[in-house]
């Protein structure tokens, strides 16, 4: 039996507890939202389905039905207005996040939580000061969705399989992450290389370039936004794999956001490195070996995190 409280039913949160029902992850699903009314309905849409997937329970509750939840979502916030600063959304996500902490608090204190609102790695950084959790049961989801975004982007310039494709985005996620390109592979073979070992020239796109890649995935969610006016079918795909790992008897390395406490000499900032994740939560990270470019812009990443925290109120 496992059980996943997922607060919040706009796109993401009911596009997460759609994801997470047809993939059989949990056998409880509840959905919480201040419009109860939004939470009703979009259970009542998932649960009527079930009868083609695996059994599970999609209920919409209140926070006293959150007992015994063995991870908890939190997709809760509001979305960034055209007049509004990245300071200013930091800030309203806070206190959003600030109301919602001791109701959930108070019911599941030993679940794991996974943080999904933006901006990600402020709100994990702010939800690990006031909830006084170990950090291993907070997760912000980081860039597990930017390092999705960088692999099927090389993938498809060498028309590969994603899952041959080995790469990361680390840092903020936001504009400020960064692809570590000296350890990037596809199939041990180093990204620099991979053409010139292929014997089939014309499996792959013509000129990859890293400049574009990288501008390729800190563009992809402003131009879904553009496009469908959001985006929500990736991210809760990420977030979904995220509490499928979190159930797991084995260990998976995941981009996450998480507390840093001098790895690579920053402390005291929620970003995303290659952390261990598990049925024990986020318990370890994988120091990778960054080059001295790269670990001045995993510095440069972190300084801009702490810039954006020291602004609001945490």
């Known amino acids: 039996m496992n059980k996943i409280t997922i607060v919040g039913?706009?796109?993401?949160?009911?596009?997460?507890?759609?994801?997470?029902?047809t993939a059989g992850t949990a056998s409880e699903i509840v959905m919480i939202d201040v419009n109860d009314s939004k939470s009703l309905g979009e259970a009542l849409d998932i649960r009527q389905g079930t009868p083609f997937c695996h059994p599970c329970q999609v209920y919409a509750g209140s926070y006293s039905d959150a007992v015994d939840s063995d991870i908890v979502v939190i997709t809760s916030g509001m979305a960034r207005k055209a007049?509004?600063?990245?300071?200013?959304?930091?800030?309203?996500?806070?206190?959003?996040?600030?109301?919602?902490?001791?109701?959930?608090?108070?019911?599941?204190?030993?679940?794991?939580?996974?943080?999904?609102?933006?901006?990600?790695?402020?709100?994990?950084?702010?939800?690990?000061?006031?909830?006084?959790?170990?950090?291993?049961?907070?997760?912000?989801?980081?860039?597990?969705?930017?390092?999705?975004?960088?692999?099927?982007?090389?993938?498809?310039?060498?028309?590969?399989?994603q899952q041959n494709v080995h790469a990361y985005v680390l840092g903020e996620h936001g504009d400020s992450s960064f692809i570590p390109w000296s350890i990037a592979n596809i199939s041990n073979v180093p990204i620099e290389q991979y053409a010139d070992c292929l014997l089939n020239k014309e499996a792959r796109m013509e000129n990859f370039d890293k400049a574009q890649v990288e501008e390729y995935v800190r563009s992809s969610g402003a131009k879904v936004i553009s496009r469908k006016g959001a985006t929500f079918y990736a991210v809760s795909m990420s977030v979904a794999h995220i509490c499928k790992c979190l159930l797991s008897g084995i260990d998976t390395t995941l981009t996450v956001s998480t507390m840093l406490h001098g790895e690579y000499g920053i402390e005291d900032v929620c970003l995303s490195l290659l952390n261990i994740v598990g049925n024990t939560g986020a318990h370890s990270k994988v120091m990778l070996p960054l080059n001295d470019e790269e670990l001045k812009a995993l510095h440069h990443s972190a300084e801009t995190l702490k810039g954006t925290i020291s602004q609001i109120k945490i």
């Open 83 to 161: 007049d509004q600063s990245r300071l200013d959304l930091a800030q309203a996500n806070v206190d959003v996040l600030k109301s919602i902490a001791p109701q959930i608090l108070k019911y599941a204190p030993n679940a794991t939580y996974v943080i999904v609102s933006n901006p990600v790695d402020i709100l994990t950084y702010a939800f690990s000061k006031y909830s006084g959790l170990p950090d291993r049961q907070i997760i912000g989801s980081g860039t597990i969705l930017d390092t999705a975004r960088l692999r099927s982007r090389i993938s498809e310039y060498y028309a590969v399989n």
């Open 9 to 21: 039913s706009g796109n993401v949160g009911a596009t997460i507890a759609y994801t997470l029902t």
